[in-house]
């Protein structure tokens, strides 16, 4: 059974710090989805890696990928109070076109 | 090109009864799926469709029923309502290239 975790659970940071969050994954998968979620919102995609050392940036995030060790990062760069959400790493399982997300990582970036 | 869309938005039921949560898509995709999101945790999958006619269950499709008629309605069924199916619901659809879109979401309370 496919498993993902998340951590931390809870960030709490200033602004113009970097931060990272971390998401690993149980079985072999060859996609792996972060995405965005503001408060009473559906999904906003981040950012989809397809294969080991997968490198993705938009503004202040980056995403990273390790199959081998099975897991990703987030990493936020100079936090500003509009990227607080919460953050959800998934994991596709290929025959079902499914996701399994991890429990998320709401950050919340103070002034 | 309307995307993924869910209807009702928000739904209040009472214990025992019977509802459907329509969910439809129009960019031809074969993949489509339902998931919950219960408070603080990432989305867990109910049942997933991989075309027209066939359906098949996810983590937690107790209480749950669904059907694929057409290639852009996936209904999800709510038997008989029961408090602890209080959550949000998420419709999601695949494409070829294994991007995932998700409705805005349902709000179901049961009392």
């Known amino acids: 059974e496919l498993k993902v975790e998340q951590n931390p659970l809870f960030l709490s940071m200033q602004e113009g710090k970097n931060y990272t969050i971390y998401c690993n994954y149980s079985?072999?998968?060859?996609?792996l989805y972060w995405y965005r979620q503001d408060p009473g919102k559906s999904l906003e995609s981040l950012f989809v890696?397809?294969?080991?050392?997968a490198v993705k940036q938009e503004g202040r995030l980056m995403a990273s990928l390790d199959t081998k060790a099975r897991l990703s990062t987030l990493h936020i760069t100079a936090a500003v109070h509009d990227l607080s959400a919460t953050y959800f790493c998934?994991?596709?399982?290929?025959?079902?076109?499914?996701?399994?997300f991890g429990s998320g990582t709401r950050l919340q970036v103070q002034p | 090109n309307a995307g993924v869309t869910q209807t009702p938005k928000f739904q209040v039921l009472k214990t025992g009864q019977s509802m459907t949560l329509q969910c439809a898509q129009d960019m031809n995709h074969e993949y489509m799926s339902w998931y919950r999101q219960d408070p603080g945790m990432g989305l867990r999958l109910i049942h997933y469709s991989v075309g027209a006619g066939i359906t098949d269950q996810g983590e937690v499709p107790n209480g749950y029923n669904v059907s694929r008629s057409t290639t852009e309605d996936f209904p999800l069924r709510l038997l008989s309502a029961a408090p602890s199916q209080t959550s949000v619901y998420f419709c999601?659809?695949?494409?070829?290239?294994?991007?995932?879109?998700f409705g805005p979401g349902t709000r179901l309370t049961v009392l």
């Open positions: 079985t072999t998968s060859d996609r």
């Open positions: 890696l397809l294969s080991n050392g």
């Open positions: 998934a994991v596709l399982t290929m025959g079902r076109r499914a996701l399994t």
């Open positions: 999601a659809s695949s494409n070829e290239w294994y991007e995932q879109f």
